[in-house]
């Protein structure tokens, strides 16, 4: 497993470079904000452990950049910065774990071979998805590269997005419910829990929102995505 840690504090990134090779993981280690994206396109990691405070460019900005970019690699956010206002923030943005410091080796371990783990199985049911051509007020998803298109312009998704866009597109106008997308775009991952439908959705609408389709939300029923602007 390949990680990218971007992290400025030199005693911090040291610790953490030893902890994890030690754990038969290999570490790249970036400490400038400005230098970390081009790190990251090059190096494409498994995994990105992100600092906030980092000189150069915030770590915020470095991921809305990778996210716009089209690099879906699984990212947790590490920050003494631990108000619920800054972990808003990073999973609008695009961050899927956050851990605040100081914290405990072996939990971050833990998470970041979740989070690879989860990737890896969106990916997996995303390429094994039955090669379905849908056309759908003027949304397209290709049946042979499964890329999607919205009135002719690509449309870069993920893996989970991917995953819960195909679910939805399955009956348009008709709600289905989270629990059911959960197992479609988290396929047995334990780890994950089951309000992470709900960060995936929310990226989703935001791509979607200029398109002629949207992502509405039925409480108590599910999700499901209907004609017409947001």
């Not at 230098?35 to 600092?51: E, R, T």
């Not at 950049?65 to 972990?87: E, F, K, S």
Request: net charge neutral; charged share 25%.
């Amino acid at each position: 497993m390949k990680l990218l840690l971007i992290e400025d504090n030199p005693t911090m990134q040291a610790t953490l470079q030893r902890s994890f090779e030690r754990r038969g993981m290999q570490v790249l280690t970036c400490g400038d904000g400005a230098k970390a994206l081009a790190l990251w396109h090059v190096s494409l990691p498994d995994a990105v452990l992100l600092d906030l405070s980092l000189p150069g460019r915030d770590g915020l900005q470095v991921l809305g950049d990778a996210r716009a970019a089209g690099l879906t690699t699984p990212v947790i956010i590490l920050t003494a910065r631990g108000t619920v206002g800054d972990r808003i923030i990073g999973l609008n943005i695009g961050a899927d774990d956050y851990l605040p410091k100081p914290f405990d080796l072996d939990e971050l371990e833990a998470r970041v071979r979740a989070l690879v783990r989860r990737s890896a199985s969106a990916h997996e049911a995303s390429r094994d998805a039955p090669a379905v051509s849908v056309d759908w007020c003027g949304l397209r998803v290709d049946r042979d590269s499964g890329a999607v298109y919205a009135e002719g312009l690509p449309l870069e998704l993920p893996p989970r997005e991917l995953a819960l866009l195909r679910a939805l597109l399955q009956r348009p106008g008709h709600a289905i419910a989270k629990e059911r997308l959960f197992d479609t775009v988290f396929p047995g991952d334990t780890t994950a829990q089951p309000e992470a439908i709900e960060v995936v959705a929310y990226r989703l609408r935001k791509k979607l929102a200029d398109t002629g389709v949207q992502l509405v939300t039925l409480r108590g029923l599910g999700y499901l995505l209907k004609a017409g602007p947001a």
